[in-house]
């Protein structure tokens, strides 16, 4: 067994199981202590997993013997680090006793391209900046990762756009998604910018940086540039118009690396990963003209996952995200049985449990008659996306996204993503493919939008997860009986936490987000709703 460990930016651990390279277990640092993008050695996930790993009797006597089939080596993402951070690993190290080798940021991204099926394709890993790159180039095959291009921290896509997400007063690293949604909404006015803060160079194979600078003085210059434009940031119009230009910048950029290397390889199969690979409006575009595969967690929570894959140059079947923190039932019988739930004066609330089968019927209803359903059940996504285990759904309708931005206090101009059922896809996309993750952009069908108008974007897009049945059984079947009810086979899934946190992770964190958000919870197999 192979204990992945990222403690940098969005913590995670993994475990994965070297013999037939099934990814056991995963999961970011910041679902166990409520804190957006945790940093720092991973502990509670690590905890988690080694637990689990000897509950299922793995090992039943010592969790820490290698010699019983538990963890032999230790991977972990990113090579350097110093201090508290190193002295966290090499404690952790001792107490297993056990190898721990370092891997390189990129190379950890990278090593992702095996979850995909391809046989041989294109790697582009952009994100930010680690261990001194900010992008590469790779051909991936059975052979494994031949690198071919670099850039450095000084040249950096990520760092640009993070810079204009700070310019645009939302958090660098982290809010990058909402200069991506206010890009696709109408300006009122000129949207021509004509300015090179960054580019592709095809002579070096690199990005170039025409500021020269990153970080908080990229942000300081582009203010400057931006008061020459006579713009003002704290006005909604202005702040499209910047998205506008930022998105079209990272969209002509990098488009242009991708076509340059396909070009001189002749190879049209692309996988993209790095913070930036969360664009799926970019992702669209490089969809237009190639075969892309994104991996499900292609953040930096995905670096324990990816240094631990590099030790097998097999492929590795990912049928699914779920992955973290499993809930149970008989947790949940014995904190509803603390009065947890009268201890909240606020709401007073109906308790009932349902057989797994009872579940579509019963949650479908719900959906129908316009309830907002909270879900936390089974194991816990891993990356970004919540699939049906920590979602919140409803039916996908304008009213009920006005109701749960309401609810959660989100920024109006997000958009909500749909689920929808993999034997529909074609009745409401637009060129659609089989897409589980949420990892790319669709156009809607004009002629469906009408039905689905809380999941359909200012500019007729939506990020839709396709759900296949052998995925998400249960989920599938709530979907369907609102299909077979009334003739949608599509609900409004988005993540089940309160705007700022991290998604749910465990029973508890269910129940204090369910007092804010949602007209009934489905945890585990019990029915809490709020009468």
Known sequence: ????????????????????????????????????????????????????LSNNNYNNENKYNKDNNTVDLIAVGGMFRKGARLKALKNFQKKLNIPML????????????????????????????????????????????????????????GDFYASITELLGFKPMEDEGKIMSLS????????????KIIDYD??????????????????????????????????????????????????DVVLKMIDD?????GIKNIVFSGGVAQNVKLNK??????????????GDEGLSVGAGLLFKKEFTDLKDTYLGYEIKNENIENILKSNILKKNKKNKYKITYLEENEIPEVIGNLLTDDKIVCVCRNRMEFGARALGNRSIIALPKKENAKKINKMLKRDEFMPFAPTILYEYMDDYLINPSYSPFMTVLFDVKKEVKNKIDGVVHVDNTTRAQVLKR????????????????????????????????????????ALKSFKSVGDALLLGNYLIEKI
């Open 102 to 157: 370092y891997f390189n940021h990129h190379l950890c991204h990278a090593s992702l391209y095996t979850l995909s099926n391809f046989k041989e394709c294109l790697i582009f890993t952009i994100d930010g900046g680690g261990d001194a790159l900010s992008s590469t180039v790779s051909i991936g095959s059975k052979k494994g990762i031949e690198v071919i291009a670099q850039s450095d921290l000084v040249d950096s896509v």
């Open 184 to 195: 696709s909404n109408y300006y009122n006015g000129d949207i021509d910018i004509d300015l």
């Open 470 to 509: 052998d995925v998400n059984k249960t989920y599938y079947d709530i979907i369907n009986y609102v299909y077979e009810t009334i003739d949608i086979p599509v609900v409004l899934n988005t993540s089940f936490n309160l705007h700022g946190e991290p998604i749910v992770c465990n029973e508890y964190d």
């Open 202 to 251: 095809k002579n070096t194979k690199s990005f170039k940086n025409y500021l020269g600078v990153v970080g908080y003085e990229a942000t300081r210059a582009l203010k400057k540039i931006f008061n020459l434009k006579n713009l003002n940031t704290d006005d909604f119009n202005s702040k499209v118009l910047i998205s506008k230009y930022a998105q079209k910048t990272l969209e």
């Open 1 to 52: 067994m192979i204990l992945g460990i990222h403690d940098g930016h969005n913590a995670s651990a993994c475990l994965i199981d070297d013999k037939n390279t099934n990814i056991k277990y995963a999961i970011s640092e910041e679902r166990f202590t409520r804190k957006k993008n945790q940093r720092g050695f991973p502990k509670h996930s690590i905890e988690y997993i080694l637990n689990e």
């Open 285 to 298: 575009k490089i969809m237009e003209n190639y075969n892309l595969y994104v991996p499900p967690f292609m």
């Open 261 to 265: 290397f396909s070009k001189e390889t």
